[in-house]
């Protein structure tokens, strides 16, 4: 069965500070993931998705099937960041999106 | 910009009643889904739903839970005797394409919902 894995339920850095956010997945077929992230009295939305090796807000993740991990960094946090960072995993068939259980990120000055 | 709106944002109910959690997605997507969020846990994956049909569910979604779209904007999810576990919010989402690839799930801001 899918799984995604978030160890950290809080992650709290220094403004300026490097940002990595840990996410491993367990997924027998060829995997699909995701970051989604959800501000202060915001609505969950996507931040970046693996396919496009993308940077959004300064903010990566590389797709690391060896270790099968996902992990998002970002080299300078900004105090905008804080939020709630969840990590997802896209199944298909069924067409589900699996979240893990996110990680808190408190920037503080 | 379109959102995906929900109603009602609180909604408060007994132990045993049925329960209608109503969703508008936007306008041209195609693909429908219900998540679930105990307080504290995480994001729970209950049902996608694509050409009037379940795509897939949770094993969460037992036979208490169904979901319908009525007509061509609303998605609604029902709970037919609602559990105290029930207690949730519950996020509606959609999406244009497919969750996964170049998919991406815009969600509603959810309904919570208590049992007592």
């Known amino acids: 069965a899918q799984r995604v894995t978030q160890p950290e339920k809080l992650l709290s850095v220094f403004k300026g500070a490097p940002v990595e956010l840990k996410c491993n997945y367990s997924?027998?077929?060829?995997?699909?993931l995701f970051w989604y992230v959800q501000y202060s009295r915001q609505r969950l939305q996507l931040l970046l998705r693996h396919i496009s090796r993308e940077s959004i807000k300064g903010f990566t993740a590389d797709l690391n099937k060896g270790e099968t991990s996902f992990h998002l960094k970002k080299p300078f946090a900004q105090e905008e960041d804080s939020a709630m960072y969840y990590c997802?995993?896209?199944?298909?068939?069924?067409?589900?999106?699996?979240f893990g259980t996110g990680t808190q990120l408190k920037v503080e000055l | 910009e379109p959102e995906v709106t929900q109603t009602p944002s609180h909604q408060v109910t007994q132990m045993g009643q049925e329960v209608i959690l109503r969703c508008v997605p936007i306008s041209n997507h195609l693909y429908f889904y219900w998540y679930r969020q105990i307080l504290g846990q995480k994001v729970e994956f209950l049902v996608s739903?694509?050409?009037?049909?379940?795509?897939?569910k949770s094993e969460i979604f037992d036979d208490q839970f169904s979901v319908e779209r009525p007509d061509g904007s609303n998605f609604t999810l029902k709970i037919r005797s609602t559990k105290l576990e029930d207690s949730a919010m519950y996020f509606c989402?959609?999406?244009?394409?497919?969750?996964?690839?170049?998919?991406?799930?815009?969600f509603g801001e959810g309904s919570r919902l208590t049992v007592l």
């Open positions: 997924y027998s077929g060829s995997p699909e």
């Open positions: 739903f694509y050409n009037n049909e379940i795509s897939e």
């Open positions: 997802a995993l896209f199944t298909g068939g069924g067409n589900k999106l699996t």
């Open positions: 989402a959609s999406s244009v394409t497919s969750a996964g690839s170049a998919g991406e799930l815009f």
